[in-house]
Structure formats: structure tokens, C-alpha cells
């Protein structure tokens, strides 16, 4: 093999491994999510991430009794699924308390999977293009 | 004709490799904070400070949602990493407290970056520490 071609493969493996590295953000739900651990929670949200593969958003969920407050972060469908579901890049705002049922992940973090959102200051359910299962809009 | 492919390779790769780069963070403050403030070592409440750039003007909400707050006359010194804002916070009397808090940024190129500092919300005193969420 002449010095050309191993450059040549050395190039082609180096491409390969950096156009890859983003598939790594997607993932199957059975492998980061438990299904046995179903959550319904409500926060205020602290943070949006509209991004592809999928959108994230943050929020404070706050013991009543001690206080504590626990930053979680739930993960929903691709910006484009959940487009389809009604959302839009404002739905959610900085401050706004919703109700997210959903799965837990495996890790046991503050960290899950949304099937459904309602944004309790107008009771309005928007699926969250989950990748266990989507809730109609209602 | 083989060492010009090799060449135009060779850029495309670096530029991919390269792209990363240009996904570093804006300004330093722009982000969610969680932390805890309070008058001492055991008496410590949860704190979470939202702020903004629009690149003009810092912008932010303290503990969003709850007993929100938004920021007042906020300002970064950029020669020491300095911060200063204010918020009025409702206290359990009912008043309400001007509170001027002063802090650094440390950890500066970190996303985990921590911003520490003191308040004074009338004629209380005490001190926050608050670190950058990660992105997930």
C-alpha cells in the first residue's frame, strides 16, 4: 500500500468518526429510559433547547415542604415531530409552570423522557413526541 | 493529481474537525444558574438566576416561576469578571427589599463555570454561590 492511500484511509476514517460523533446524542428510549418508573411532575421552566434530535427543556421542580429546589431536564421528539404535536418555539417560556408526565431515566437523575406537557396557566396538553408513545393534543 | 485530492481531503477534514469550534458559548453569564444563597452556613435557601444578553443589556428573572424576580440594573465588568444586580425580593412581612448583589465569575472558561459573591437585601447580609447548568 503506497503512503498515498493509507493518507487516504486515514482521512476517509477521520471524516467518518466526526460526521458520526452526533449520532451519538440519539439514542432508543429502552436504553436511557425505564418504563416502569412513570413520572408526573410540576416546575417552572429555566431553560428551552430547540434543537435536533431532539428538544430539550429544563425546569425547577421545588419540594413544598424543605423548599429544595431540583433542576430536571426532560427530553421530547425532534423539533419537527413535535411541531406536528402544536408546539412552537414560544410555547414554553422562561418562568412558565407546566405539568410533565413521563418516564424516568434508568440513571435515576432528574432527567426523563415527556410524553405529555400542560402548561397550567391555560390547561393546554401538548404531546411531546416521546419516543415510548405521543398524547394528542387536546 | 493524487497529492491535490489528498490536499482537498485534507482541508474538508480539518474544516469538519473544525466545526466544533464555532459552537463555543457567547457571553459568560448567558445561561441558568442553580445554587443557594442565605445569611450562613446553615441557614441556605435554593436560588436560580436565569440571565440574558441581547448585546446591549444583561437581562434575567431570579427563581422563575415562584417568587420571580427580575434582574435591575445589571452590569459585567469584563476586566475582573465582575457582576452586580439588583432585585426586589418580597419578604415574609410582606415588604418588600431592595437587594444589591455583587459577585465573580470564576471558572471563566468552564461550562461549569460558578458565580460567587454577597448580598444585601435591606438591612440583611449574606452571601450566594451559584454554578452554570450544564447543557444537556
Not at chain 1, 117 to 137: I, M
Not at chain 2, 2 to 15: G, K, L, P, S
Not at chain 2, 42 to 58: C, E
Not at chain 2, 121 to 131: E, I, N, Q, S, Y
Request: with cysteine; aromatic share 10%; glycine share 10%.
Amino acid at each position: 500500500m503506497t503512503c498515498s492511500r493509507i493518507g487516504f484511509f486515514a482521512l476517509a476514517l477521520i471524516i467518518a468518526a466526526a460526521l458520526a460523533t452526533p449520532l451519538l446524542a440519539h439514542h432508543s428510549f429502552a436504553a436511557e429510559y425505564d418504563s416502569k418508573q412513570p413520572i408526573n411532575i410540576k416546575g417552572a421552566v429555566t431553560k428551552v433547547e430547540w434543537m435536533n434530535p431532539h428538544v430539550y427543556f429544563y425546569i425547577d421542580v421545588r419540594d413544598e415542604q424543605t423548599g429544595k429546589i431540583t433542576n430536571w431536564a426532560f427530553e421530547m421528539g425532534a423539533p419537527a415531530v413535535i411541531q406536528r404535536n402544536g408546539w412552537t418555539r414560544n410555547s414554553m417560556k422562561i418562568g412558565d409552570l407546566v405539568i410533565v408526565e413521563g418516564t424516568r431515566a434508568k440513571s435515576g437523575a432528574p432527567h426523563g423522557n415527556a410524553r405529555s406537557v400542560t402548561l397550567a396557566a391555560t390547561g393546554k396538553k401538548l404531546g411531546a413526541g416521546s419516543s415510548e408513545g405521543q398524547v394528542p393534543e387536546q | 493529481m493524487q497529492a491535490r485530492a489528498f490536499y482537498i481531503c485534507f482541508v474538508f477534514a480539518c474544516m469538519i474537525i473544525a466545526a466544533p469550534v464555532f459552537a463555543q458559548e457567547g457571553h459568560p453569564l448567558v445561561g441558568s444558574w442553580h445554587g443557594n444563597w442565605g445569611t450562613s452556613t446553615t441557614d441556605r435557601t435554593d436560588f436560580t438566576l436565569i440571565m440574558d444578553w441581547d448585546g446591549k443589556a444583561i437581562s434575567g428573572v431570579v427563581n422563575p416561576g415562584f417568587e420571580q424576580m427580575p434582574l435591575q440594573n445589571a452590569k459585567l465588568n469584563p476586566k475582573d469578571w465582575t457582576v452586580h444586580f439588583e432585585i426586589d425580593r418580597k419578604e415574609k412581612s410582606g415588604s418588600t427589599a431592595r437587594c444589591l448583589i455583587d459577585g465573580k465569575i470564576d471558572k471563566l472558561g468552564s461550562d461549569r463555570r460558578t458565580l460567587t459573591g454577597t448580598y444585601t437585601c435591606g438591612a440583611t447580609k449574606g452571601d450566594f454561590k451559584l454554578t452554570r447548568d450544564r447543557d444537556y
